[in-house]
DNA sequence: CTTACTGTATTATTATAGTTAATACAGTTT
DNA sequence: AAACTGTATTAACTATAATAATACAGTAAG
């Protein structure tokens, strides 16, 4: 549920944080909704506590979960936000693959060609 | 020219290769065009020639540049060759990230000026 | 109240990757 | 010969991630 690359070089703590924020945005975790403990997970994925600690501090400072000493940490209310943060995200994700095809001489005109034919698949099989 | 920031993450040998793979593909840099010599380029951008070295190591095992012990590094001829597997691999990406954002209410119009706004940021980036 | 959970904090240590530094050697160009 | 090139090697420094070992205080349940 909770998978990381060790040998990533993106951190296991941010691995950790882009997962549950993902998570959370597409509602996977509910609100209020209880985050395994520290320690938990940090058995389950068999790594440090103070790591997941790190991810969990993290992500409370942003805003996404909320941790109560004693009680546990939980996934925060983000309802009004999650649909304008879930297309800010790949607002973002547009914007750089974009650039890459621009640099890659792909011209502006051909991509909105693209965006066009995306739409159009997608409303051939309506499913997704 | 050859601009890095050493307060980045990602590795200043990493951002050489990035902006050098860049000007190859965009024909900024032509086919045997000559590169700055790893002792030349250290002092432009005050960093190490290993530094330098380690870059243009890598740009030579990927067929971007070719090295000529005693004369120097130059650009490979490879128009044609490296982009367009990876104009494939791009556009599909493009095709799911706009299928989402229609997903949840973007309208077409919305995306193409995205778009639009990642090709203005491109050219101020690449003024810098 | 005791026990076993929780989050949180602190300090020390290890591991790794990036970078710098100082040389050295051999090929080339003039 | 002198001044360039690329290439290689070894050592040292730095920053960051991650581990380890504790400790403390709040919560819940028996």
Redesign the pocket.
């Known amino acids: 549920m909770f998978d990381v690359d ?1 040998r990533s ?1 993106v ?4 691995q950790l944080v882009d997962n549950i924020k993902k998570m959370i945005i597409q509602n996977v975790l509910e609100k209020d909704e209880k ?1 395994p ?4 997970m940090a058995q389950e994925i068999t ?5 997941i ?2 991810a ?2 993290e992500l ?1 400072s942003e805003g996404y979960i909320y ?7 939980f996934v925060s209310d983000t309802k009004n936000t999650v649909s304008n943060q879930k297309i800010e995200v790949l607002t973002e994700e547009l914007e750089g693959i974009v650039k890459e095809l621009i640099y890659l001489g792909v011209p502006v005109k051909k991509i909105k060609t693209l965006v066009d034919e995306a739409e159009a698949e997608m409303r051939e099989d309506g499913d997704r």
Chains 1, 2 share one sequence.
């Open positions: 060790v070089r951190p296991i703590y941010e985050l403990s520290v320690r938990k790594i440090n506590p103070n790591t600690q790190k969990y501090r409370e941790s109560v000493p004693g009680k546990g940490s």
